[in-house]
């Protein structure tokens, strides 16, 4: 797992009771006064942070990341390739929008019509080999969480025009054939024309729900369930640990679910 900022990140996290706990103190002693300018610069993070660390900030984290190495350098499983994402269509987002679809069935008892994740909160490559809890919290580092919509086949069909105007997302249960300048050519549904009388289901996490990402179709659903305690990355964590303890390694492969025409 590479050294990155999301870990330390989780150091301040687990120090930050202890670290901060004087704040409210502190806006409370300067409330009288008000900011009459504001400055600011660009700086570079990079190696020449590390090269003289603050002794004493040092020790006080140390306990924390302790704690946090043990957890991120976990290993939960293997990886049979390397994974990336990419448009129209990748290895990672096949398999992350697989889980979703699958992860459907807590909610429908069987798994979603559709699974769905944006490229955008895939932040990582999954690397071949060795598959830590690291490795899965730099590649869903944000707290998005499940969420299972049912829709009309109108407003699929306008939810996969966006995908399409994006060029590919994070599919799984579906095929799109779509153009070179991102217009919807036809869409199906476990390998059938989608039908606009008929209504689907579809896996995805809260933040397209909401219709962020031009997911607006989403706010036209017909009934939208977000269980609790259901985030996308222990979805994925607990995916890799069932495979794992099945004698299964991770693997993924490109189906032609979005196809350029």
């Avoid at 924390?64 to 293997?78: F, L, N, R, S």
């Avoid at 807590?106 to 598959?131: C, F, H, T, W, Y």
């Avoid at 306008?158 to 991102?182: F, M, N, W, Y």
Wanted: glycine share 8%; charged share 25%.
């Amino acid at each position: 797992m590479k050294q990155t900022y999301v870990k330390y990140l989780m150091v301040a996290a687990f120090a930050g009771g202890f670290l901060f706990t004087s704040c409210r103190t502190a806006r409370e002693t300067t409330a009288q006064y008000e900011v009459t300018k504001v400055e600011g610069s660009m700086i570079t993070i990079d190696s020449v942070w590390d090269t003289n660390p603050n002794v004493k900030a040092t020790e006080i984290l140390k306990p924390y990341k302790e704690k946090v190495d043990a957890m991120m350098y976990e290993v939960i499983g293997t990886s049979a390739m390397k994974m990336d994402k990419g448009v129209p269509e990748s290895l990672l987002s096949d398999l992350v929008a697989g889980v979703l679809q699958q992860a459907a069935t807590q909610v429908l008892g069987k798994p979603a019509d559709m699974g769905l994740v944006n490229m955008g909160g895939l932040r990582s490559i999954l690397p071949e080999g060795d598959i830590t809890v690291g490795d899965v919290f730099e590649i869903l580092p944000f707290e998005n969480s499940l969420c299972v919509l049912t829709m009309k086949g109108t407003d699929l069909r306008h939810l996969c025009e966006a995908i399409a105007s994006l060029h590919g997302e994070g599919v799984s249960g579906v095929r799109l054939e779509i153009t070179k300048d991102g217009k919807l050519l036809n869409a199906f549904i476990a390998g059938k024309p989608l039908k606009d009388d008929q209504l689907y289901t579809v896996a995805t996490i809260d933040y397209l729900a909401d219709g962020n990402g031009r997911m607006d179709a989403f706010l036209q659903a017909e009934k939208r369930v977000c269980p609790e305690n259901a985030t996308l990355r222990g979805l994925f964590l607990d995916y890799v640990r069932k495979q794992t303890a099945e004698g299964k390694v991770i693997t993924s492969k490109l189906d032609g679910r979005i196809t350029i025409k």
